[in-house]
Nanobody, 123 residues
């Protein structure tokens, strides 16, 4: 059974940092894209970042470029999202997902999803 376990969320002040983790079980990350998505109250889910486990290519939505860094540890089957310089507008539930997307940050192209982890940034 494919499972994704997201963790690392919490409450942080603006300007602070958090590191989210997404641990996979039941399959290998090989040849997949692993993405992070977020959904704020009253808003649609948006793609934040993704990484190709094959060649390490990364993608970021413009609003997090320079602040967030995605990385993968294939040996641990875990993907991380280091979030620095957090802003109030980063507050959302963050989800990790795995798939073979043709459009890297399009959530509809991801097949497996983990449960969300709440990130709250106080201003």
């Amino acid at each position: 059974e494919v499972q994704l376990q997201a963790s690392g969320g919490g409450l942080v002040q603006a300007g602070g940092s958090l590191r989210l983790s997404c641990a996979a079980s039941g399959f290998s990350f090989d040849d997949h894209h692993i993405g992070w998505f977020r959904q704020a109250p009253g808003k649609e889910r948006e793609g934040v970042s993704c990484i190709s486990s094959d060649d390490g290519t990364t993608y970021y939505v413009d609003s997090v470029k320079g602040r967030f860094t995605i990385s993968v540890d294939n040996a641990k089957n875990t993907v991380y999202l280091q979030m620095n310089s957090l802003k109030a507008e980063d507050t959302a539930v963050y989800f990790c997902a795995v798939g073979w997307p043709s459009i890297p940050l399009l959530d509809a192209e991801y097949d497996y999803w983990g449960q969300g982890t709440q990130v709250t940034v106080s201003s």
